[in-house]
T-cell receptor
Framework: DVKVTQSSRYLVKRTGEKVFLECVQD?????MFWYRQDPGLGLRLIYF???????EKGDIPEGYSVSREKKERFSLILESASTNQTSMYLC?????????????FGQGTRLTVV | SQQGEEDPQALSIQEGENATMNCSYK?????LQWYRQNSGRGLVHLIL?????REKHSGRLRVTLDTSKKSSSLLITASRAADTASYFC??????????FGTGTRLKVLA
């Protein structure tokens, strides 16, 4: 079974802190994604990566950056956390291939910024 | 930007009844997928339907796709309390950049 693991289920950080959310997948997938999920807004794409060291902005990249130094790991960085970044963060991975395929999600990280 | 919009936003039914939820999207797609999310957890893939397919079944799930109306529906037959979850549609234009809708919250009462 594909496994996507996010480093924390729950996280509480202070305003202004630099926050790292880590995501690791064990199935050699090329594509990895970070979403945030808020009530009434569904999932919104923050950043995605097609390969090591490659990244592209999603719909709401402001206030975030990412790092993909190794294929299995995709990190989301909040440079200076703010209260409006309190949210559920979901990581996903998708293999590259000729056939359309499903996204595999981590269990989510619920981040609270106080 | 959100491509998919599900309706209803919330649905409450009795165990054994069928649940139907709908998804509308705005642009052409390669495929459409449905996902389920239990409270406070990640999403789990349920079923994928390609743009050249009109209907697909998987167990108690039936998905239809109407590309002329840019809409899809998910039917869960003989619902169970364990089906209580949020359900999301996701569309893909072939770029792996899946766009998710806002979800339907389903509650199945025992």
């Amino acid at each position: 079974d594909v496994k996507v693991t996010q480093s924390s289920r729950y996280l509480v950080k202070r305003t202004g802190e630099k926050v790292f959310l880590e995501c690791v997948q064990d199935m050699d997938h090329e594509n990895m994604f970070w979403y945030r999920q808020d009530p009434g807004l569904g999932l919104r794409l923050i950043y995605f990566s097609y390969d090591v060291k490659m990244k592209e902005k999603g719909d709401i990249p402001e206030g975030y950056s990412v790092s993909r130094e190794k294929k299995e790991r995709f990190s989301l960085i909040l440079e200076s956390a703010s209260t409006n970044q309190t949210s559920m963060y979901l990581c996903a991975s998708i293999p590259r291939g000729l056939e359309n395929t499903e996204a595999f999600f981590g269990q989510g990280t619920r981040l609270t910024v106080v | 930007s959100q491509q998919g919009e599900e309706d209803p936003q919330a649905l409450s039914i009795q165990e054994g009844e069928n649940a139907t939820m709908n998804c509308s999207y705005k642009t052409s797609i390669n495929n459409l997928q449905w996902y389920r999310q239990n409270s406070g957890r990640g999403l789990v893939h349920l079923i994928l339907i390609r743009s050249n397919e009109r209907e697909k079944h998987s167990g108690r799930l039936r998905v239809t796709l109407d590309t002329s109306k840019k809409s899809s529906s998910l039917l869960i037959t003989a619902s169970r309390a364990a089906d209580t979850a949020s359900y999301f549609c996701a569309t893909d234009k072939g770029t792996y950049k899946y766009i998710f809708g806002t979800g339907t919250r389903l509650k199945v009462l025992a």
